[in-house]
């Protein structure tokens, strides 16, 4: 890194928060001092770069965080910096303090307003991605993604648990929008027998007739694992339509929520989010611009903003859809 | 145990199923091998009962069932052992068995079913409290309730990291639909600012006021834990007044539900089972009958059945309630 | 409350650390200022004292501690502290700021510490139990213990798992050099064949036969747990001599060590530390002094802290022992 | 799967066992059956082949396993199994029993097994990665290891706990004879100051010199993690270098041993698995033979078991160990 492109940076948080979050900060700050590079923090992502709620991060900043969900920087929705008159008045924030690149970790909503900003302002911006939900183009993993279908496995484990003891259908609803990633992974790991989909149309009918031919075979205990973004509307839609089809089966519904954005990051979020944060660094250094980092095979890959934003994942793994079909039975 | 007073008895699990619930079992199970009285496990409760569903269980019957949640021997209700047809269609299943004494693990529904059981028949019954909502007279302990609370509070930290990082407020409803046991140590463990219980009267308009003073006050992180049974109706409905009241306030609920059933049991809920368990056969062997087994400073009680269904708890510790509202200033 | 009998106190934490301790420092802090009383926290117990290391705290010093392990007091050993010239020293920093009252988290050493200075000096002093080995007179329960019992638990679980896929010996040993509290709970809990305590003289002949026994009835996997302190010496001496008598025994040793201090503390020690830190404060301002806060059946007591130094435990409940041989045969 | 090349397969576990290993299982048998192939469990690894301790399994042999540790079928070395005798009678029990097809779930040195038998009585063999280690050519991931590394830091951060709390050294070994996956991966993700691994040389020397230099910064509270098999000769013989240099540091040791074999496995452990054990069938299906599953970049790849055996895996990521320096700082 002979000769540096940037020497004092601006870091935040924006949208949803994920786990890991702490830890892709952590990286950023201490990256960056490593580099000679001042950075600071901006409390409560694009609202508190509107607001000047800004603060020098030092390598202490960041010190015991690695651990921890949620995230230090905090996060929030701006209506305000949606507005060119908004994005003005917080990149006059930045420069009356010399800030001269930006990273931004946070989904695509949080990349869209970064993107304007560096049109309209000049200033380079790295992006991560967190966000527990994966729906994110040009990237293998997000921050967030791997703690949250963690923690949707332990607390099915448990519904199972009661399941069982009382030979009952639970239909589960996971986080996923627009995403059914966590449904997927979380459905096929807990051994579930419907896994719903927002990507996929979900075939009711089919639904009650593979519940029909287990209730014939007193196979009782069922588990159904629905993204909130499913077609059909949820867990709690779902339950309606086999209650109506199936009365005599013991329905019982599950909504697992918030508890999925918390806890201690896992291992590999942690891993991911200390990679990323060096990149952005590295990057903003090297001189690049508006690229999100990803990992694609293992390797950094810098994504351009534009196509985060605009460009669909490839979907789901229909192999792996059929081998939930194939180890459920 | 010079003199055996029972020489077969059998052991089911009934009602809501609670963490430790397969401890008390394996304990049954084992003292009694251990006293050379033969056990069997009645499948699915009282409807196991009825239907003949009743198994020999030997040492290796409970090996390796500790650590796990819900029940081996399965719950269910019956509606046909609530009428003494049932019931002696019921008994005939032990009496062909030669079954001499019976261990119910459980709360007080079926106590009530037990205690009738040796009213009309003769055998004599010892009940186990088992409910995760210690909800239950003449003992500090019941099986599960450890568990469950913990796992209340664990994904009450969960929601926490999520509720800082956006300044939101949370409306969390845990179980406990006459007793508020979960809600009020879980709120106290997490923090809560609010702990609303089916055993006090919910003063909403205080706590409205509380919610108002912290808006001005920008302590707008906060957490209100109420359980289901509180009169005001639970979460959902806590939240309708508190959006209406307070529309500037980011509120979300969530209902933690079915997950507080199952997990593996705590270090507290397996020591209790197994105690407990090991009573509930020293106790028939002792020539005991129709008592629950309990656990009063530590000791060991025998609570006849009928004060165990009848009777009240003496209610929530006025103090601890006092306490919450000081440490969540 | 009507007349305080203490303005301005101060709060530390001192040896070895126990989950916990925040909530406890937490509760101080907040029952201190509800009621008018000023708080100072002394950073590394009497070393921090000593050197003067004391800062005051308010209500957000004390924010989102409740479930971190560790202390944020942190915790240190003095042997400064332990002659009359460097209690002299320490006090003078007390009355330089005016503290009237002081509050210390620990074990009796810490305690011993504590009475020395109030006797010379005047200060009263409230004790609050804070150990995971649970080995103190006069209370029932410590914080720490419950949360370092369950990690053992967890934990032995996992060994369990190991051990039951290759159909081996594990000899696990747990924390407790004076107190076999931890490994008797742990080892009922999971179902330990042995369990070996400082309390009782290991019977090494009974167990070596005990094992024989096994090895010949083909139930291979084998489970011993051995507080640190057990006069044969812990859990690598207890194999050395078993590889000797049954070299055929395929045996492993596992000491799980530090793991059991840290840790987000349990439910159960988040409200004892919670009424316990609250009653402490409680006790200064009404003019009590000298005692350590205990818990007996449930209620508050008072304990000399004389007593608390010099007395010993009733010992390990004979029961309890009982009862895990009969539950792993 | 038009015409099926193998009718009726076995599978075993093998080597040091690793969470997901039934999980494994779960999806060879259940898959085995989709296909109408029979599949039989072969108990103990190779020393149940020889003993023909060999049953069949149908789809509810594998129900409820998949969130289990260790293995269902058991593991054990067999010298016997060394020798073409020993083959030979174990082969006989397959043929015995007309099984025309074998998985083989374990490490390299159970590959190497099932390629001698395959080699001399012509039975087509697929091998899968399960080992916690990674250690492994030819796959970037295998069965057991997220799960390892997420115990391992689980625990490290309770250690962390504590050695912040009395600014502590600690220096902790983790499991890895030749390699040091879990040490990298753990140590990033806990923040670890230094990492040992087998396939670096320790510079003891720099070690001592940064600690040195943080002991005059006191940023006293530090974590070395270190893989067991580190030329060095794992913790205890670190921790004696640390201790006669540097005589002032608190050095404190723990050796998290067999935990990290145990416990449920985690949504990734369980993925890998399920998919790994259905394409184990197909693969068999189709003809292939000697080969071990891998996944390399996401997708499954068929590696000859020779080379799996015999080749090196490309070692450790050089610019992860430089991350590592830099973000802890």
Redesign the interface.
């Known amino acids: 890194m002979a000769t540096k492109k940037v020497s004092r940076i601006a870091v935040l948080?924006s949208g949803g928060?994920a786990?890991g979050?702490n830890a892709a900060i952590?990286?950023v700050v201490?990256?960056a001092?490593?580099n000679k590079i001042e950075v600071y923090g901006i409390v409560?992502g694009y609202s508190g770069m509107i607001e000047d709620d800004i603060y020098k991060m030092d390598?202490k900043s960041v010190a015991?965080i690695?651990?921890?969900?949620?995230?230090i920087l905090?996060?929030?929705r701006s209506d305000e910096f949606k507005t060119p008159a908004g994005r003005k008045k917080a990149f006059n924030n930045l420069k009356k303090k010399e800030i001269d690149g930006l990273v931004v970790i946070g989904g695509d909503g949080s990349f869209t307003g970064a993107l304007k900003l560096s049109e309209e302002h000049g200033i380079p911006v790295i992006g991560l991605p967190g966000t527990i939900d994966k729906d994110c183009y040009g990237t293998?993993s997000t921050i967030g993604f791997?703690t949250a279908?963690?923690?949707?496995?332990?607390?099915i484990?448990?519904?199972?648990?009661?399941a069982?003891?009382?030979?009952r259908l639970?239909i589960v609803e996971v986080m996923g929008r627009d995403a059914g990633y966590i449904a997927l992974?979380?459905g096929?790991?807990?051994?579930a027998e419907t896994i719903l989909l927002p990507e996929t149309k979900t075939d009711i009918e089919s639904v009650i007739i593979g519940l029909k031919r287990k209730e014939r075979r007193k196979k009782l205990v069922n588990l159904i694992v629905v993204a909130e973004g499913d077609e059909l509307g949820g867990a709690s839609e779902v339950a309606k339509v086999v209650k109506e089809r199936l009365p005599k089966i013991d329905t019982?519904?599950?909504?697992?929520?918030?508890?999925q954005?918390?806890?201690?990051p896992?291992?590999?979020d942690?891993?991911i989010a200390?990679?990323m944060g060096?990149h952005a660094v590295v990057a903003l250094n090297e001189g690049k611009r508006n690229v999100m980092i990803g990992i694609q095979?293992?390797n950094i890959v810098h994504v351009p903003l534009e196509d985060a934003i605009s460009k669909k994942n490839q979907g789901i793994d229909q192999e792996?859809l059929k081998?939930s079909h194939?180890?459920s039975?």
Not at 66 to 71: C, E, F, K, L, S
Not at 149 to 155: F, K, Q
Not at 252 to 259: D, E, P
């Open positions: 948080t928060d786990p979050m952590r990286a201490r990256t001092i490593f409560r390598s015991n690695i651990q921890r969900g949620g995230t905090k996060s929030a293998d791997d279908v963690n923690t949707a496995v332990e607390n484990d448990k519904i199972r648990d009661t069982d003891a009382h030979d639970f992974n979380a096929i790991a807990t051994g019982r519904v599950t909504i697992l929520g918030h508890i954005r918390g806890g201690s896992s291992c590999c942690r891993l200390s990679r060096y095979n293992g792996l081998i194939i180890l039975i």
